[in-house]
């Protein structure tokens, strides 16, 4: 069986990374049946400590952690996920038409995407949430704002490498319309590179979406969300408990997805995995 594997995904840090996201896909889909307590709940004792009762402590309402963090992640992941989703679906068909058509439309999409990267990421993404107001749907488009050049430019590189090539003109001599010919012949090459970037993207998606929420532009309290949470224990510092946790959810889950984005680079890339190979053998 193992055998069947490609070398790329038996190596520990891929199984590393499919163990933990994973886990963490199970946390989004039973957190109601994972969590001790109801999230929002303020029943218990005030700043209590990690213990048999409560495992991640209580927050300073009483709260309990280890609850919250497992509903931040129906929150939080999600959210990440489908933005990524977002930026790929829209950086990826306009990088597409701009590498394919060019002309006036590649000037105009890549300019639109050089003013954009003109700009310090996390800088543009709290001013144009701070236009829209605070609020996690304005924090998740602020993002996009920010993330769908990358993909754009990426896509727009890859297309203009293979348009030229000898499968692409021969179908366009056998009568494929422009559309036809990007859609069957184009994108389905360019597909593993760009996939590469988005699991890769996803831990830094997330980062940023939390950072939006610990500066106060993304998710509201009472809300259970990772950067609300840990923003919220700035006020409790010595308590080390009510941030150490979702800081920790964070950091597992961008690990994870940046061990998964290394294997699948190495398992789509020809070269990378005769390397691999070898050095097993």
Known sequence: MSRRVPEAWRKPLAVVGLVIAAAWLVVVLAAPLLAPHDPLSQEFPRLQAPSGAHWFGTDELGRDVLSRVLFGARLSIPLTLLLVAMSVVIGGLLGACAGYFGRWLDETIMRVADLVFAFPTVILAMAVAASLGASLRNAVLAVLVVSWPAYARVTRGLVLGIRS??????????????????????????????????????????LLLSGLSFLGLGAKPPTAEWGSMVASATHVFDKWWVGVFPGLAILTVVLAFNFLGDTMRDALDPRTARAIKERAL
């Open 165 to 206: 090539r000898e499968f692409v003109i021969s179908g366009r001599l056998l009568g494929f319309s422009a559309w036809r010919s990007l859609r069957t012949d184009v994108l389905p090459n360019v597909t593993g590179p760009v996939l590469v970037l988005a699991t890769l993207d996803i831990g830094t998606q997330l």
